[in-house]
């Protein structure tokens, strides 16, 4: 199934990285800002009305051109990997509505290994 190249928008996807402070906190940061075509629409339906409730809201459907390969990282977490070189995993950040060069406005919460990949996605 192929995406209608007048849906496609361009986003621009940052990999989370989690580090420690000297205090033993935990904190986040966000890698390069890579750029990626995508189909973006309003989460809807019965069943994500009764998955998010009074979060359904804040919950955008995204769906990536390309194929992909599904792997796993060092911890054992499943990981996407695209035909472009971008790895995919969820808690990862997207810059939909803010210029790339600021923090990510969007996380995936979830990603459905579909053709073409489908993810959930939740304003931060």
Known sequence: MRIKQSRLEEIFFRKRVSGKDKEGSSYETWGAAFSVMAE????????????????????????LEGDYIITADAKGHAMYKTTSGLNIQEGDGLCLYTDPKNKPDYRIISIKPYRPLKMEIEKI
Not at 43 to 62: D, F, M, P, W
């Open 40 to 63: 973006i629409w309003p989460a809807s339906g019965k069943v994500q009305a009764q998955q998010y409730g009074e979060r359904l809201s804040y919950i955008r459907n995204a769906r």
